[in-house]
């Protein structure tokens, strides 16, 4: 009996020691450790998993001052953390769904921070990025964009190279393609990923779809005008599907609107964006295809603008 208080005192010493490397500072929707609640203030210690719900977010604060955004139906992994004598250890894995990790403390001569995503490591110093970390063809794939600094890229397979701000890769493309698999953002979309989450770049058979494609995609969001419409319904057609491979073969990434050819609502959405932002108005187009049409019909459908952004 003795000896079983003891083991059960030794447990319980072990975990009030716990380290606390982090806070959760914002909170949407159901955000667990394990299988509890998190809420605003928790703390997070080394070791710790969290996951998102599918509309839920939060907004994590370590204690070298990086931010850790998780997005929707993500898993986040903090498995090591080290500030010995003010030098960082450190090694993140992100194991699915949608993340921004900002550091902002740049890293030492002796200080290492890594964050694993499947295949790939990043090696880290004072830099943003995003990772979108699922399955594309029954393989673990990652999309890594470089908003701001530089990483340090490797992994099993991968000849290492630095990747510098406003570049973007897909770690399976990376596989085949080497170097050339790495791409450039243009200027207006690198300002629209510093605001909103990537979309994944393959579709779950593992075709590549791009950037340009993947604006007017479902998980784009484009803020309603306010007004009560009837929601419609346009087929896409091939030669509209021809027009936006043309655009992403023209411009690399990035899609710009032409208004004089967009249906009504969407010339009238994007010329409104802002205002509508700032009265929560927002919902996002999605493509399918009904039973016993032919083609596949374009709909909308409302959500909250928070739902969509870091900033929570």
Same mark, same amino acid.
């Given at each position: 009996?003795?000896?079983?208080?003891?083991?059960l005192?030794?447990?319980?010493?072990?975990?009030?020691i716990a380290?606390?490397?982090?806070?959760?500072?914002?909170i949407?929707?159901?955000?667990?450790?394990?299988?509890?609640?998190?809420?605003?203030?928790?703390p997070?210690?080394?070791?710790?998993?969290?996951?998102?719900?599918?509309?839920?977010?939060?907004?994590?604060?370590?204690?070298?001052?990086?931010?850790?955004?998780l997005?929707?139906?993500?898993?986040?992994?903090?498995?090591?953390?080290?500030?010995?004598?003010?030098?960082?250890d450190?090694?993140?894995n992100?194991?699915?769904?949608?993340?921004?990790?900002?550091?902002?403390?740049?890293?030492?001569?002796?200080?290492?921070?890594?964050?694993?995503?499947?295949i790939?490591?990043?090696?880290?110093?004072?830099?943003?990025?995003?990772?979108?970390?699922y399955?594309?063809?029954? #393989?673990?794939?990652?999309?890594?964009? +470089?908003? %701001?600094?530089?990483? =340090?890229?490797? $992994?099993? !397979?991968?000849?290492?190279?630095?990747?510098?701000?406003?570049?973007?890769?897909?770690?399976?493309?990376?596989?085949?393609?080497?170097?050339?698999?790495?791409?450039k953002?243009?200027?207006?979309?690198?300002?629209?990923? #510093?605001q909103?989450?990537?979309?994944? +770049?393959? %579709?779950?058979?593992? =075709?590549m779809? $791009?950037? !340009?494609?993947?604006?007017?995609a479902?998980?784009?969001?484009?803020?309603?005008?306010?007004?009560?419409?009837?929601?419609?319904?346009?087929?896409v057609?091939?030669?509209?599907?021809?027009?936006?491979?043309?655009?992403?073969a023209?411009?690399?990434?990035?899609?710009?609107?032409?208004l004089?050819?967009?249906?009504?609502?969407?010339?009238?959405?994007?010329?409104?964006?802002?205002?509508?932002?700032?009265?929560?108005?927002?919902?996002?187009?999605?493509?399918?295809?009904?039973?016993?049409?032919g083609?596949?019909?374009?709909?909308?459908r409302?959500?909250?603008?928070?739902?969509?952004e870091?900033?929570?």
């Amino acid at each position: 009996m003795r000896i079983f208080f003891l083991a059960l005192f030794v447990l319980f010493s072990t975990k009030a020691i716990a380290e606390q490397i982090g806070t959760i500072k914002q909170i949407k929707g159901d955000v667990l450790l394990y299988k509890r609640l998190m809420a605003v203030n928790d703390p997070i210690e080394s070791g710790d998993i969290i996951t998102t719900g599918v509309t839920s977010f939060a907004k994590i604060e370590l204690k070298d001052q990086t931010i850790v955004t998780l997005g929707p139906s993500s898993e986040f992994d903090f498995s090591q953390y080290q500030n010995a004598q003010g030098e960082r250890d450190s090694l993140y894995n992100i194991i699915n769904g949608q993340v921004r990790i900002h550091v902002q403390k740049k890293t030492g001569p002796k200080e290492k921070i890594k964050f694993k995503s499947g295949i790939v490591a990043l090696g880290v110093r004072g830099t943003e990025f995003l990772v979108n970390a699922y399955q594309a063809a029954s #393989k673990a794939t990652s999309d890594v964009v +470089l908003l %701001s600094g530089e990483l =340090a890229v490797e $992994g099993q !397979g991968i000849k290492p190279f630095n990747l510098q701000a406003g570049q973007y890769f897909n770690s399976n493309d990376l596989l085949t393609k080497g170097a050339s698999a790495v791409q450039k953002l243009s200027p207006d979309m690198l300002n629209k990923l #510093k605001q909103d989450f990537m979309p994944n +770049l393959q %579709s779950p058979t593992g =075709a590549m779809l $791009g950037l !340009g494609a993947m604006v007017v995609a479902a998980t784009s969001i484009i803020p309603t005008s306010g007004e009560k419409t009837e929601e419609k319904s346009i087929p896409v057609t091939e030669e509209k599907k021809e027009e936006v491979n043309q655009l992403q073969a023209g411009h690399g990434v990035g899609f710009a609107y032409n208004l004089a050819n967009e249906p009504w609502d969407i010339r009238d959405n994007v010329m409104k964006y802002e205002e509508n932002k700032k009265n929560n108005d927002c919902f996002f187009y999605f493509y399918k295809k009904l039973p016993g049409a032919g083609e596949e019909e374009r709909f909308r459908r409302s959500r909250n603008c928070d739902e969509f952004e870091f900033d929570l």
